[in-house]
């Protein structure tokens, strides 16, 4: 069994001897970032044959996550023991912060008992230090602009390094911030406890950070940490917007200040915020580092998966972003033949100007077990079970070009064939591929209603 135990300050030379010399960049394996969001993430760490092994709560709720283990070689002969952990938690196993090379190595060890998934807005921004400490090239320009203006409007600015003594500035320019865009102070939220406690360790965590003053008032502030040997992480950049450019001049400089030894900086993800991702790319990252999650499959999705892509020919991040975002085993309606899964369909509830409908989706029957009348079973108890539950309509889309498709589920009161839109907030594509090609067939709840002329559709809450 293996044991854990929560990351603590006397931790850092044990954790950053593994992480140090890894050549890591992703941010989240920043002791400093550890740390200081421990009491969210309440993270523990536990070293396993010279890996790192971290295990967290995931966005600091009940499921438990490990973060990809940190150190030479493949790490896939640790996977039992995770498991063994996770499932010792009454949870299954989750892996985060996967790179590339750390997925290919799982699917090599362990092939088709995992589905993966990547989020662009957990990629971090990996910059090359000397670009932002220069800004040259014509695609700088824009900031090289920001930054003449910001000079002549103020003249009278400095850059300071961030002290101990500054600490109670930065954290009022941080409160005014949220005030003005959030409109509350009233309650700590994380990411200002996680500034506490950076400030409160600041030299024992290897911190660093500069200031920018006008005068005697603050206009930016930010500090960070580094990775690995190479790689210094910004965790945190404050400015008053009332000073235009403050953000532009604060980056800068701090990366003039930072020790050579640092060919990279990584300024974390963008969380899927427009204006963050727009203020980001606007730098010129040498790369997304790309962050892959991947769970283990239990026995029905690994089923599902296996006869979804016999019938259907989906590639494995398509059929594994729908079994981590959107599956239900509570809404998939099987059959099985001979102890394997044979025929099934997915049940999935969205909301539309029609009221509460039902979504009919991937039937699939096994090439093996056709002509045994299993979609007509599976078609008639899905009926059956949005009949009972009342809802207004229920609704599917052929595959197109298959006309004996619309023949076999007009047995079943489902005509029309009306133009479908889908909105998920991970934009998971629901239809056929193309806008185009998304024509619903649709049975209502009242025969004698007529059917609408367009069909939008939003995933309804779970």
């Known amino acids: 069994m293996i044991e854990f135990r929560p990351v603590r300050l006397a931790d850092r030379a044990a954790i950053e001897r593994l992480t140090k010399p890894s050549g890591t960049r992703n941010c989240d394996l920043a002791f400093a970032n550890m740390f200081c969001w421990q009491p969210l993430y309440r993270s523990a760490w536990a070293e396993v044959d010279g890996f790192l092994v971290i295990r967290f709560h995931v966005d600091g709720g009940t499921r438990i996550g490990y973060m990809q283990p940190v150190g030479a070689g493949d790490f896939t002969h640790l996977l039992p023991e995770l498991e063994e952990d996770a499932r010792r938690l009454g949870q299954r196993l989750r892996l985060y912060g996967l790179t590339d090379e750390g997925c290919e190595r799982i699917r090599r060890a362990c092939p088709g008992a995992f589905a993966f998934a990547s989020d662009r807005a957990l990629e971090d921004y990996i910059y090359r230090a000397d670009d932002l400490r220069t800004l040259a090239g014509r695609h700088y320009q824009p900031k090289r602009n920001h930054i003449n203006r910001f000079k002549a409007e103020y003249p009278d600015h400095r850059y300071e390094e961030l002290t101990p003594d500054r600490f109670d500035e930065c954290?009022?320019?941080?409160?005014?911030?949220?005030?003005?865009?959030?409109?509350?102070?009233?309650?700590?939220?994380?990411?200002?406890?996680?500034?506490?406690?950076?400030?409160?360790?600041?030299?024992?965590?290897?911190?660093?950070?500069?200031?920018?003053?006008?005068?005697?008032?603050?206009?930016?502030?930010?500090?960070?940490?580094?990775?690995?040997?190479?790689?210094?992480?910004?965790?945190?950049?404050?400015?008053?917007?009332?000073?235009?450019?403050?953000?532009?001049?604060?980056?800068?400089?701090?990366?003039?200040?930072?020790?050579?030894?640092?060919?990279?900086?990584?300024?974390?993800?963008?969380?899927?915020?427009?204006?963050?991702?727009?203020?980001?790319?606007?730098?010129?990252?040498?790369?997304?580092l790309h962050k892959f999650a991947a769970i283990r499959l239990q026995p029905d999705e690994a089923a599902c998966k296996e006869l979804w892509q016999r019938v259907f020919g989906d590639d494995d991040a398509f059929v594994d972003a729908f079994l981590l975002r959107h599956y239900d085993r509570s809404r998939m309606l099987a059959v099985e033949q001979e102890g394997r899964l044979a025929a099934m369909l997915h049940l999935l509830p969205f909301d539309t100007a029609l009221?509460?409908?039902?979504?009919?989706?991937?039937?699939?029957?096994?090439?093996?077990?056709?002509?045994?009348?299993?979609?007509?079973?599976?078609?008639?108890?899905?009926?059956?079970?949005?009949?009972?539950?009342?809802?207004?309509?229920?609704?599917?889309?052929?595959?197109?070009?298959?006309?004996?498709?619309?023949?076999?589920?007009?047995?079943?009161?489902?005509?029309?064939?009306?133009?479908?839109?889908?909105?998920?907030?991970?934009?998971?594509?629901?239809?056929?591929?193309?806008?185009?090609?998304?024509?619903?067939?649709?049975?209502?709840?009242?025969?004698?209603?007529?059917?609408?002329?367009?069909?939008?559709?939003?995933?309804?809450?779970?």
């Open 171 to 288: 954290m009022a320019l941080e409160r005014e911030w949220r005030r003005v865009h959030e409109g509350h102070t009233s309650e700590l939220c994380a990411e200002q406890r996680a500034m506490q406690r950076a400030f409160a360790h600041f030299d024992e965590l290897g911190l660093r950070g500069g200031c920018i003053y006008v005068g005697d008032r603050l206009a930016a502030f930010t500090y960070g940490s580094a990775v690995s040997d190479d790689t210094f992480v910004t965790h945190v950049e404050k400015a008053d917007t009332a000073y235009e450019g403050a953000f532009t001049i604060i980056n800068k400089s701090f990366a003039e200040h930072l020790p050579g030894q640092f060919a990279f900086i990584n300024r974390e993800e963008d969380l899927g915020l427009d204006g963050l991702r727009h203020a980001k790319l606007s730098y010129h990252p040498a790369e997304l």
């Open 355 to 462: 009221g509460r409908a039902s979504y009919i989706y991937g039937v699939a029957t096994d090439p093996a077990y056709r002509g045994r009348g299993l979609a007509s079973q599976l078609m008639r108890e899905a009926l059956r079970q949005c009949d009972e539950r009342g809802d207004e309509a229920v609704f599917l889309i052929p595959t197109p070009g298959q006309p004996r498709l619309r023949d076999f589920y007009g047995r079943f009161g489902f005509s029309g064939a009306v133009p479908t839109q889908f909105r998920s907030s991970d934009g998971f594509d629901f239809g056929t591929g193309d806008p185009a090609a998304d024509l619903a067939m649709v049975r209502l709840r009242n025969p004698a209603a007529p059917l609408p002329e367009r069909l939008t559709c939003e995933p309804a809450a779970r």
